[in-house]
């Protein structure tokens, strides 16, 4: 066998392997709940964040929000794993001071406030495995109701004299987690 005929069987044998395997791969739909992430300052411009949260986003689909998000239980705060917000610096919430750094953050609805919760347990599927003995910080947060009503659960943050609120809305219920230097 010539040496040109000998290199283009192995190339050829190669590639055919290498086409094989990457057809071989099966990558998954788009997640019903998608991953979406929130920042302050919003503005992409400026890359000193003080604060960003990651966190999925379930739509209504028909159902009732107290389904989805009942009253007095501990919530995941959206879909999937628990939301993390990062920090940047030290901020507070309330008049607990948070350390920077990256925590989950769980909520218990009720029928007119909602309690947030920054726990150092992180990469936690949903709130399954909460654990109050890991509580960062509490803060009760009045609930307010929009004429609008949201499809899908959404985050934005807005800025406020000395921080940042954390704005979270579904269906008609609305919520601002004050965080502030």
Do not use: C, H
């Not at 920042?39 to 009732?64: E, F, M, W």
């Not at 901020?91 to 009720?110: E, R």
């Amino acid at each position: 066998m010539k040496k040109s005929t000998l290199i283009t069987t192995v190339t050829f044998a190669f590639m055919t392997l290498l086409s094989a395997n990457a057809n071989a791969q099966k990558f998954p739909n788009v997640d019903k709940s998608p991953m979406d992430m929130a920042s302050y300052p919003t503005d992409y411009k400026n890359a000193n964040k003080l604060v960003k949260i990651t966190y999925s986003r379930p739509q209504l689909n028909g159902r009732a929000l107290s389904e989805l998000a009942p009253s007095g239980k501990v919530w995941r705060t959206g879909a999937n794993e628990a939301p993390e917000i990062t920090f940047y610096t030290d901020m507070n919430l309330g008049k607990t001071k948070i350390k920077a750094g990256t925590y989950s953050l769980v909520t218990i609805p009720g029928d007119n406030e909602l309690t947030v919760i920054l726990s150092k347990d992180l990469n936690v599927w949903g709130a399954y495995f909460y654990k109050v003995e890991n509580d960062v910080a509490r803060l009760t947060v009045p609930l307010t109701e929009a004429d609008e009503s949201l499809e899908s659960f959404s985050m934005v943050f807005t800025e406020t004299a000395n921080g940042a609120n954390l704005n979270m809305g579904w269906d008609k219920m609305r919520a601002a987690i004050p965080f502030t230097k």
